[in-house]
């Protein structure tokens, strides 16, 4: 069976320092990979996703980045965090074809301070 | 293009009663609909899912929704709410097999609380 991991669970951070979340899936080879984040209180935003290793396509530009080293392993991130960084951010992946049913993360929790 | 609209945003229950989240979608070619619960600071987890066979879907503890085209809707029911109901439920769309990258469409959500 396939398993999603995310890492850290919660985050705080300051204003203008460095961020790392990563999101690896076991189990799969090949996967489409997601990126999302939920502000408080609203619905979910796609930030980035891949079809594959090197592949990354950013839905909405912003100060976020993201990258895919290895086929299970899709990483978040920015060189400087805002205030407005600040939410809830969850991967998810599919297999690429079928029904386009996505497998969700357990989330991180980013605190911009 | 495809877009969803969760005609709730909050629903409020009696343990006990029936729950009934809407949900009408839009879509250019023939959607895959979705509902997926989350608990708080959780992930989503998938509740059902409708693919073109039945139209009525049954899914985990409970759930249940009906897909209608002639209204372009796919409302989530369950004939009697639990304590544990209590989240925020999200409708999706996705267009199969016309989407590069498998994306999905969310509705903004509908929290449902349920009273004891």
């Known amino acids: 069976s396939q398993t999603i991991h995310q890492w850290p669970a919660t985050l705080v951070q300051p204003v203008g320092s460095p961020l790392s979340l990563e999101c690896t899936v076991e189990?799969?080879?090949?996967?489409?990979l997601y990126w999302y984040r939920q502000a408080a209180g609203r619905g979910l935003q796609l930030l980035f996703y891949?079809?594959?290793?090197?592949?990354i396509s950013s839905e909405v530009p912003q100060n976020l980045s993201a990258s895919r080293p290895q086929d299970r392993q899709f990483i978040l991130s920015s060189k400087k965090l805002l205030l407005s960084d600040s939410g809830f951010y969850l991967c998810?992946?599919?297999f690429g074809s079928g029904d386009n049913e996505q497998f969700f993360g357990p989330g991180t929790r980013l605190t911009v301070l | 293009a495809q877009s969803v609209t969760q005609l709730d945003s909050h629903v409020s229950v009696s343990e006990g009663t029936p729950v009934l989240l809407r949900c009408n979608y839009s879509?250019?070619?023939?959607?895959?609909l979705f509902w997926y619960v989350q608990h708080p600071n959780k992930g989503l987890q998938l509740l059902l899912k409708?693919?073109?066979?039945?139209?009525l879907v049954k899914g985990i503890n409970g759930f249940e929704a009906e897909f209608k085209k002639s209204e372009t809707s796919f409302h989530l029911t369950k004939p009697s709410a639990h304590m544990s109901d209590a989240a925020e439920y999200f409708c999706?769309?996705?267009?199969?097999?016309?989407?590069?990258?498998?994306?999905?469409?969310f509705g903004g959500g509908t929290r449902l609380m349920v009273k004891p």
């Open positions: 998810a992946w599919n």
């Open positions: 189990g799969t080879s090949n996967p489409n």
């Open positions: 891949s079809v594959g290793i090197g592949q």
């Open positions: 879509s250019s070619y023939s959607p895959s």
């Open positions: 409708y693919t073109s066979a039945a139209t």
């Open positions: 999706v769309v996705s267009d199969r097999g016309r989407n590069a990258g498998n994306m999905l469409t």
